[in-house]
């Protein structure tokens, strides 16, 4: 009978009691369970700010135990610099005017440290329609702003490098040279204005002080111009190679008109770059084909553009290649750093900077930049540089 | 309003005023100029200086009046940028054409520099021939080619 009983659910009022007090615990603890598991922290806030329920997840946050936690409230763990602009809130939501919201704040952990987090306050109500008390959702997001203020911080220094380097400029362009100057100007005036007192060897030695003070010149220029090669994504439009290497080497033709030489080039492909920065590139790229050319056979350059990929990415390769002198291919690497120069020789007048100018640009461009060569065999250079699929390519000014 | 343009004299020999705090380069301009006799080159090494010198020289009747200044940019204290405004403010004085020399390229130097009223911006060249060529073709210009206010054409 009794078995029928419990198998229809009858019961005395205890038994019925008893069993809907065990359901409540169950449910309670089914609740706790859930809120403890819980990633983000989570609280029952009275209107007071009092904390009434806390996780496992908040008090993990703030390094409080569940103790602790109840017995204080939101304002007391807040940050100071917060705790005005959560209260209006609270206040807002007390009255009704706001059901929820959510900020960005400070809470302070029990150990001193910031916590930021995103806080969501949502209001519940009693069954008359009034105000009860406030669910509360906590995020920690300290990592993230953390990393924000690493960025922030990072892109101030940088700014301030930039800032420098400008300085750095001016200061090359107009303080160092001027001295320069006055020691080329007064050395010239020496060999004329004395001309006919001084023996050879004078005239040879001012000579070298002329062409010392030249070269230091070209170094200051060169530095300068390294230092000017900045990333400007505004400067950033689609760029047709075509026209700066055809203008390149029309310059250089007639810069050397006695040099025997000729320049093939397939037709590349449009670019998203910065122009003057490849104008720059190729200046630099075939003036050096030129400048290191054999004086024995007529200069060849090949320019050529192909498609590849380079960390998974598309990208057009460019080869500008040569049959001059090349370079031993020790030397591969060396080449693009700043006043490495492998030739001492008088013939190849150079700064050392031109190769570093170029891989800054590539670099600029999200690109590599290497050499394949060869003593006596001519020199392959090969850039990357991103492709993006330009529709419209504008005219090259 | 009487201008130093009326109290001048027609024929007189052209007058240079040189400003420049560098020794070495006002000498050397000294020499330059040295091949045409009929400058006369003062040079005055501090900006302030220049300006008060131009200044009492506008107002007393037979003092030389500059026929072209030749400013450098890089001076100590009142900078030559500074003695541009002030020459261009100054009514008796912001006629007088000024080419600024300095030693350096950079294109902001050289825009603010004409904004300020500079009539020419020379950039002091390294090369000593080329140095005697450019001082030889302003003086040719400012001093003889070009109509100013106070001096007849030659």
Same mark, same amino acid.
């Given at each position: 009978m009794r078995g029928l009983q419990k198998l229809l659910g009858y019961g005395d009022g205890a038994s019925v009691q008893r069993r809907a007090e065990e359901a409540l615990a169950e449910s309670? /603890?089914?609740?706790?369970?859930?809120?403890?598991?819980?990633?983000?922290?989570?609280?029952?806030?009275? %209107?007071?700010? /009092?904390? =009434?329920?806390?996780?496992? =997840?908040?008090?993990?946050?703030?390094?409080?135990?569940?103790?602790?936690?109840?017995?204080?409230? %939101?304002?007391?763990?807040?940050?100071?610099?917060?705790?005005?602009?959560?209260?209006?809130?609270?206040?807002?939501?007390?009255?009704?005017?706001?059901?929820?919201?959510?900020?960005?704040?400070?809470?302070?952990h029990r150990s001193g440290e910031t916590v930021w987090v995103v806080l969501a306050m949502s209001l519940v109500r009693d069954t008359t329609g009034e105000p009860s008390y406030a669910i509360a959702q906590i995020t920690d997001i300290t990592a993230r702003r953390e990393a924000e203020q690493e960025l922030a911080e990072r892109a101030a220094r940088l700014e301030r490098s930039n800032a420098e380097l400008e300085q750095f400029a001016s200061v090359a362009s107009h303080d160092l040279q001027e001295p320069l100057r006055t020691v080329a100007n007064y050395a010239q005036l020496l060999a004329e204005r004395y001309r006919d007192q001084l023996d050879q060897r004078a005239h040879r030695w001012i000579h070298y002080m002329v062409s010392?003070?030249?070269?230091?010149?070209?170094?200051?220029?060169?530095?300068?111009?390294?230092a000017r090669v900045r990333t400007d994504p505004t400067a950033f439009v689609p760029t047709d190679p075509n026209v700066i290497v055809a203008r390149n080497w029309d310059r250089l033709t007639q810069l050397h008109r006695d040099m025997a030489g000729q320049l093939t080039m397939e037709p590349l492909p449009?670019?998203?770059?910065?122009?003057?920065?490849?104008?720059?590139?190729?200046?630099?790229?075939?003036?050096?084909?030129?400048?290191?050319?054999?004086?024995?056979? +007529?200069? %060849?350059? /090949?320019?050529?553009?192909?498609?590849?990929? /380079?960390?998974?990415?598309?990208? &057009?390769?460019?080869?500008?290649?040569?049959?001059?002198?090349?370079?031993?291919?020790?030397?591969?690497?060396?080449?693009?750093?700043?006043?490495?120069?492998?030739?001492?020789?008088?013939?190849?007048?150079?700064?050392?900077?031109?190769?570093?100018?170029?891989?800054?640009?590539?670099?600029?461009?999200?690109?590599?930049? &290497?050499?394949? =060569?060869? +003593?006596?065999?001519?020199?392959?250079?090969?850039?990357?540089?991103?492709?993006?699929?330009?529709?419209? +390519?504008? +005219?090259?000014? | 309003m009487t201008s130093w343009r009326d109290q001048c004299e027609s024929a007189h020999e052209t007058n240079i005023l040189h400003i420049e705090d560098n020794a070495a380069d006002s000498e050397l301009l000294r020499h330059l100029l040295s091949d045409f006799p009929e400058l006369n080159v003062s040079s005055l090494s501090d900006g302030a200086e220049a300006l008060g010198y131009l200044r009492r020289q506008m107002q007393s009747v037979d003092a030389v009046r500059p026929d072209l200044i030749l400013l450098d940019l890089n001076l100590p204290g009142l900078d030559g940028r500074r003695i541009l405004m002030e020459l261009r403010k100054d009514p008796l004085l912001r006629l007088i054409p000024v080419v600024v020399l300095s030693g350096s390229a950079l294109e902001e130097d050289m825009m603010l520099a004409y904004e300020l009223g500079a009539n020419a911006y020379v950039v002091k060249p390294h090369e000593l021939k080329r140095f005697r060529t450019v001082m030889r073709a302003i003086c040719d210009f400012w001093c003889g080619a070009a109509a100013v206010p106070g001096r007849a054409t030659r």
């Open positions: 309670e /603890q089914r609740f706790r369970g859930l809120l403890d598991a819980a990633a983000i922290g989570f609280a029952i806030v009275q %209107l007071d700010g /009092q904390f =009434s329920v806390v996780n496992r =997840s908040m008090c993990e946050m703030f390094g409080y135990t569940e103790t602790e936690m109840l017995a204080m409230n %939101l304002e007391q763990i807040t940050h100071p610099d917060d705790i005005e602009t959560d209260l209006a809130m609270i206040e807002r939501l007390r009255a009704g005017g706001i059901e929820r919201f959510q900020v960005e704040k400070r809470f302070v010392g003070v030249e070269r230091m010149q070209r170094l200051i220029e060169g530095v300068l111009a390294l449009t670019i998203v770059a910065d122009p003057g920065q490849i104008d720059q590139l190729f200046q630099n790229l075939l003036g050096n084909a030129v400048k290191y050319r054999r004086q024995e056979v +007529p200069l %060849l350059i /090949q320019v050529c553009a192909t498609r590849a990929t /380079q960390d998974g990415v598309p990208v &057009w390769e460019f080869i500008v290649k040569d049959n001059g002198i090349g370079i031993d291919m020790v030397y591969a690497e060396r080449i693009f750093e700043l006043f490495q120069r492998l030739n001492r020789d008088d013939r190849y007048v150079g700064t050392g900077i031109g190769l570093a100018i170029c891989q800054k640009i590539v670099e600029h461009h999200r690109g590599r930049i &290497w050499v394949d =060569s060869a +003593p006596n065999r001519g020199a392959a250079f090969h850039f990357t540089i991103a492709a993006v699929e330009a529709k419209q +390519p504008e +005219p090259e000014r | -």
